[in-house]
C-alpha cells in the first residue's frame, strides 16, 4: 500500500490526520477513517464466514444509520450502546458538525460488502470498466469527504479526486498481488487476463519464467499511471496544505508504480513499498513537478468480455 505519510486506515494510499492537516479538520479525519478501517477490518481480515461478515456490515450500516439519527447530546463521552459506540459516535457529531454527505459513507460499505460476495464467489472483474465501477465506491468516497471537509465541491475537482483515488486503488491491487491471490482475492480483470493468456493458477513466486503476466501487469500499471495523470492537476490546483497533502500522495502512488515497473512487473513474487529513503525524491518531485508536467493521456479502452 502507498503510504507518503503515516496514515491509519486500511487504504493506506490516503494520509489520515498527518502533519499535514490542518489541526481543526484532525478530528473529523480521524472518525473518518476509524469507520473505514473497521468495516474494511471486518470485510476481510479474521476468519469469519462471509455470511458472517455481511451480517456484521449490516449491523454495522444500521448502528450508523442510527446514529446519525440519533439528536446530539451536550456530553460527547461515547455511551456505550451498540457494537460500535467508540466509532459511531464520534463519526455521527462529525456528520452533524460539518454537514458530512452519508451517501459516500454509505458506499464505502457496499464496497465492503462487494468485496465479501466476491471473495465467496470468486468471481472476477470482468474488465477495468468493472473494476473501475467497484473503485467508484471503495476508493473514491475518501477523496470527496477529504474534499467537502476542505469546502472542495466543484465538479472538476470532484471529477480529478475520483481519478486520482480509483488511481490510488489501482495501484494497491497491482502491489498486492503477493498478498490477495494466496487469500483468493482476485482484481485481476478478466479481460487482461485472456488477452495475455494468463491463468490465476499460474501466478506463484516459484514461476521463474512468465513473460506473458509480466506484460500483464505492466500494462495495467500504465493504465493507472494514466489515471492519476487525469487527476494530478488538482494537486496543483488545491492551496495550502491540502494541496501539499495530495501532492505527495500522488507522488507516493507514482513512486509504487515505478517500483513495479523495476520489477518487471512481478508483484506476484514481491510486494514494492515505500521507505524512509524515498521521502526525498517524492519531496522534490511534489515541490518542482508541475501539474503541465504530468502525462495526461485517457485511459485505454478496455474490451468487454463477450
Not at 494530478?232 to 492551496?239: G, V
Not at 519531496?283 to 508536467?293: F, H, T, Y
Request: proline share 9%; hydrophobic share 45%; net charge neutral.
Amino acid at each position: 500500500m502507498v503510504n507518503p505519510v503515516q496514515g491509519v486506515a486500511h487504504y493506506e494510499n490516503f494520509p489520515v490526520a498527518s502533519w499535514l492537516c490542518p489541526p481543526a479538520l484532525r478530528e473529523p479525519v480521524r472518525a473518518i477513517y476509524a469507520y473505514a478501517r473497521c468495516a474494511d477490518d471486518m470485510a476481510d481480515e479474521g476468519h469469519a464466514s462471509a455470511a458472517q461478515r455481511l451480517l456484521d456490515l449490516q449491523a454495522y450500516r444500521a448502528e450508523f444509520l442510527a446514529a446519525v439519527a440519533a439528536p446530539a447530546v451536550s456530553d460527547p463521552t461515547p455511551n456505550p450502546v451498540g457494537r460500535w459506540p467508540q466509532i459511531m459516535q464520534p463519526l455521527a457529531q462529525q456528520v452533524r458538525a460539518r454537514q458530512l454527505p452519508l451517501e459516500p459513507l454509505l458506499h464505502l460499505l457496499d464496497a465492503f460488502e462487494q468485496d465479501v460476495r466476491r471473495t465467496a464467489s470468486g468471481q472476477p472483474y470482468a474488465d477495468l470498466t468493472d473494476l473501475l465501477d467497484y473503485c467508484s465506491r471503495s476508493a473514491n468516497p475518501i477523496g470527496r469527504l477529504l474534499l467537502h471537509l476542505y469546502g472542495v465541491c466543484d465538479e472538476p475537482s470532484l471529477r480529478q479526486s475520483d481519478a486520482i483515488c480509483s488511481a490510488l486503488q489501482l495501484i494497491n491491487f497491482w502491489q498486492d498481488l503477493s498478498l490477495d491471490l494466496p487469500r483468493q482475492r482476485h482484481y485481476l480483470p478478466l479481460s487482461a487476463l485472456q488477452r495475455h493468456g494468463v491463468a490465476l493458477a499460474s501466478l506463484h513466486p516459484d514461476a521463474t519464467e512468465h513473460a506473458p503476466a509480466e506484460a500483464m501487469v505492466l500494462e495495467l500499471c500504465a493504465q493507472a499511471r494514466a489515471l492519476m495523470g487525469q487527476g494530478a492537476p488538482l494537486a496543483w490546483r488545491l492551496p495550502g496544505r491540502v494541496g501539499w497533502e495530495l501532492r505527495l500522495v500522488v507522488q507516493g502512488g507514482l513512486r509504487i508504480l515505478d517500483k513495479i515497473e523495476a520489477l518487471n512487473g512481478r508483484t506476484w513474487c514481491q510486494r514494492p513499498r515505500l521507505h524512509a529513503r524515498d521521502a526525498p525524491l517524492l519531496l522534490w518531485r511534489a515541490l518542482w513537478r508541475p501539474a503541465a508536467a504530468l502525462p495526461l493521456p485517457s485511459v485505454p479502452h478496455q474490451e468487454t468480455t463477450p
